[in-house]
């Protein structure tokens, strides 16, 4: 389906970007509006270098002074033509009848923004062609006339008529289909069609990764109240589920709210915050002082514990193997009770920070695919392979038998993925406690999240969605060590 419809920086009331924008300036090289070449830059460097798009693209928006409109129009066809990457590449290819890998880098990239642009946004077909074209003759002059003939065949169709060309016939293949249709990769689809049952829902929560995410806060408990930081901000709402969350709305820059500059908040998403503070608040018998996260950086988990740990006269031990992630998280934590150390999570009863049986709480954020992200990286989808699987799995059950080793016996630790893949959730789980000589049992995490949450399911773990929460995936399993 088409995205909602929109209009783009020189957008004229009847639709379509005006086609002056498209004409180059007499007798000299083209000129190239600055919104669609700071997109196509990102795009290029996301391809190119492996850059990250929500690091790139905020940088090049500065550099070029593109802001407002422009900036929004940008943003949408930056994150936009990576989210559509593999149908847009299956349209490119089938237009200009060859492989994608047989197109110049360049000229591959610039067709993705222009074929985006006639398939998902309000942009008049000569606008997106002709301005398409031009940064293609800046690019590599000599295809020009190759970009102009494959842009023509892309918009004699929609969006709708090419899937219907390209999928494969009837139901034969129905995960193929779903997976060109929402542009994921296969095996994407079937990891999420396995966690929610059926490639019905799972299509759902496919289509919930390619809609911009709302930027979500975490007012920090103690620090300052929700309705205060919303107060603060023009148009901010409270989150659904969350006692901590603030929608924010509008756009801009998060980092230069003031109550996020001072550390009373940080930015988070809500299902982040859920599973943080249904550690925090699961039942616990004896001390309740000292509380470990295991995999701390950036910080933002350690920054809401940290916040709750205060208010209750307790402390976090933040641990985070790599060295500048491990400064960020001190960075987000000052001002809070929380001790971070440059360690390796799994040398519990080694590093004489890390005492096994010591600790009343334990937060395994394990590193994982980040398949429950997709819609905040929009690049991530076409770089994640099933091949990261099995280092990710084996890390994160070495780091749970940690947690367990770690934990005081009555202590709890939570497993938290931002993945739904299965052999990241319940699997790591079943295997870390089935190899570990401590013994565990699951306590059932829904009693610790709101009661207003909907469908999450007959417990005792719990699987966030954001087309069922607004949150990202997120995986909570709350363990008790028993002796």
Known sequence: MRSAPRRGPGARPGGGRDDRLARPPRGGRPAIDPAREAAYEAVAAVHRDDAYANLVLPRLLRETGVSGRDAAFATELTYGTLRQTGTLDAIVAAAADRAMDRIDPPVRDALRIGAYQLLHMRVGAHAA????VDLVRSLVPGAAGFANAVLRRVGESDRAAWLERLAPPGSTDPVARAALAHAHPQWIVNAFADALGSLDEAELALDADNLPPPVHLCAR????????????????????????????TGGGDPGSIPAIREGLAHVQDE???LVAAALAGAGLDGPDERWLDLCAGPGGKAGLLGALA?????????VEVAHHRAALVAQATRGLPVYTINADGRDVGKDQDLPERGFDRVLVDAPCTGLGALRRRPE???????????????????LLQAAFRAVRPGGVVAYVTCS???AETSVSVTEAARRSSIEVDLVDARPYLP????????GPT???????????AMFVALLRRTA
């Open 380 to 398: 991530a989808r076409w770089r994640r392979q099933p091949s990261d699987l099995p280092p990710l799995t084996r890390l994160q059950r070495e």
């Open 310 to 318: 205060a208010q209750r006269g307790a402390h976090v031990t933040a």
């Open 420 to 422: 739904p893949h299965q």
């Open 129 to 132: 062609v002709a301005t398409t």
């Open 451 to 458: 009661s207003a949450l909907p469908e999450v399911g007959t």
């Open 462 to 472: 719990v699987q966030l969605w954001p087309h069922r929460h607004g949150t990202d």
């Open 271 to 273: 299902g982040s915050q």
């Open 221 to 248: 408990p103690g620090l300052i109240t929700p309705a205060e930081l919303a107060t603060s901000l023009r148009g901010a709402t409270a989150g659904r589920y969350s006692p901590f969350t603030v929608v924010l």
